[in-house]
Nanobody, 127 residues
């Protein structure tokens, strides 16, 4: 399995931006789909976005579409989540996850779809 470490979280005002990173070690990302999830206090873990191994296909939750962009740099074994126009309701721990795949599908949105998980990074958006 791949080991994942997130970074880039912090405190930002509503309307601001943050870029999260998810760095992998142990194995290369080249045949993995990587996803971002988030979990707010007292709430279930929520799907945010996924990206396929080439970066050519992405998929977003409706709540972040148009504001968040997922991308990857396989040479650096890193996946990014650029978050713009942040809202207080985006406040959560953001967690990246990875699963090995054959093919180019990115439609993996459930927790059980992913085998490897990071520890998460806190994002707090103040109003």
């Amino acid at each position: 399995q791949v080991q994942l470490v997130e970074s880039g979280g912090g405190l930002v005002q509503a309307g601001g931006s943050l870029r999260l990173s998810c760095a992998a070690s142990g194995r290369t990302y080249s045949n993995y789909v990587v996803g971002w999830f988030r979990q707010a206090p007292g709430k279930e873990r929520q799907f945010v976005a996924t990206i396929n191994w080439s970066g050519g296909s992405t998929y977003y939750a409706d709540s972040v579409k148009g504001r968040f962009t997922i991308s990857r740099d396989n040479a650096k074994n890193t996946v990014y989540l650029q978050m713009n126009s942040l809202k207080p309701e985006d406040t959560a721990v953001y967690i990246c996850a990875a699963r090995r795949v054959i093919g180019t599908s990115v439609y993996y949105t459930g927790e059980t779809d992913f085998a490897s998980w990071g520890q998460g990074t806190q994002v707090t958006v103040s109003s």
